[in-house]
């Protein structure tokens, strides 16, 4: 028995998922990646690179540390490992990131082109705007300095130009809904732009409300975890 057991169980639960429903791509495929932050540590569980997810066993998971020394695991973790990290490092409020190459949010990807606001209940839940990541090779530092850059803007879905999307959450099951937000609104907005037709986003005003409501819950993770380091920090 190890005190990662349980991130390493609900992060294959969720990859298996992912992979089942097709988000990663293909479905006997080894691509995408999930992690899960540990809590209270700087380390997070990651799935291993090039491992079918429906032969992964959670003793197959990987557990790294934020300087990307291993601390438990078997295999090599994922090759987008610093990405999840940068993100961790850069966003308080986030416990969980997940890297796919689901299809419409790909499509949108090789436009080069950021989602606006179309729906009030995925601007609610996703924030403002799903922006692009520059173009990078996967597993460069070139690409998690783009994600970092663009993490600032406290959404919880990014396109990564001509690769795929990544999105973030405060737990794992809330950031499989956001994949699943992401990948309708990709698909209706793929769909509007191929009429020709000007696209309708939702008022500023409205935007506003909304995002006012996605950043007071941030905040509200982001004081939770400032008081459980206070309170960890009293005891020693």
């Known amino acids: 028995m190890s005190r990662y057991d349980d991130y390493k169980r609900e992060v294959l639960t969720v990859s298996r998922r992912l992979s089942q429903q097709g988000y990663f791509g293909t479905k006997s495929g080894t691509a995408g990646n999930v992690s899960m932050l540990i809590e209270g540590e700087e380390a997070i569980a990651v799935t291993p690179t090039r491992m079918r997810y429906d032969v992964m066993q959670p003793e197959d998971i990987c557990v790294v540390g934020f300087d990307l020394k291993p601390i438990e695991g078997p295999n090599k973790p994922s090759i987008e490992t610093p990405m999840h990290v940068a993100a961790y490092r850069v966003r308080q409020d986030i416990n969980a990131v997940i890297h796919t190459h689901q299809t419409h949010a790909s499509a949108i990807s090789i436009l080069n082109r ?42 919880h879905c990014y396109l990564i130009q001509n690769h795929g999307a990544m999105c973030v959450g405060r737990d794992l099951e809330t950031t499989f809904t956001y994949v699943e937000l992401l990948e309708k609104t990709a698909e209706v907005y793929s769909l509007a732009l191929a009429t020709g037709q000007p696209i309708t986003t939702l008022p500023p005003a409205a935007v506003r409300q909304l995002v006012a409501v996605v950043m007071a819950r941030q905040d509200r993770e982001i004081a939770r975890k400032n008081a459980l380091t206070t309170a960890e920090a009293r005891r020693a």
Do not use: M, W
Not at 122 to 138: C, H, M, N, Q, R
């Open 114 to 155: 950021p989602i606006p606001p179309l729906f009030d209940e995925v601007t609610l839940a996703i924030g403002e705007v799903v922006d692009v990541v520059p173009y990078a090779p996967s597993g460069t530092q070139e690409l998690h300095e783009g994600v970092v850059s663009k993490l600032t803007n406290r959404c």
